[in-house]
Nanobody, 125 residues
């Protein structure tokens, strides 16, 4: 049974940092590309960052480029998202997602097969 479990969300002041984690089980982590998405109230789910199976290629939404770093530890079956200089507009539920397909930076949520339940990030001004 595939499981993706996010953690690390919380309340932080603008300008602060958070590191989100996504622990994966039920499949061979290194065979899946991974992504982070977020969804704010009343808005559609949007792409945040993606990473290839090996971690050698990373992709970012313009809104977080330069402020965030996606990484993975294939030995620990864990995906990370380090977010710095957080802004109130970063407030959302953050989801990790997995796809077994070759990943070349698609921002389409439909490209990802498995999803976690999400972790809330709230940035206060």
């Amino acid at each position: 049974q595939v499981q993706l479990v996010e953690s690390g969300g919380g309340l932080v002041q603008a300008g602060g940092s958070l590191r989100l984690s996504c622990a994966v089980s039920g499949y061979i982590f290194s065979r899946y590309a991974m992504g982070w998405f977020r969804q704010a109230p009343g808005k559609e789910r949007e792409f945040v960052a993606g990473i290839s199976r090996s971690g050698g290629r990373t992709y970012y939404a313009d809104s977080v480029e330069g402020r965030s770093t996606v990484s993975r530890d294939n030995a620990k079956d864990t995906l990370y998202l380090q977010m710095n200089s957080l802004k109130p507009e970063d407030t959302a539920v953050y989801y990790c997602a997995a796809t077994p397909a070759y990943y070349s930076g698609s921002t389409d949520a439909a490209s990802f097969h498995y999803w976690g339940q999400g972790t809330q990030v709230t940035v206060s001004s």
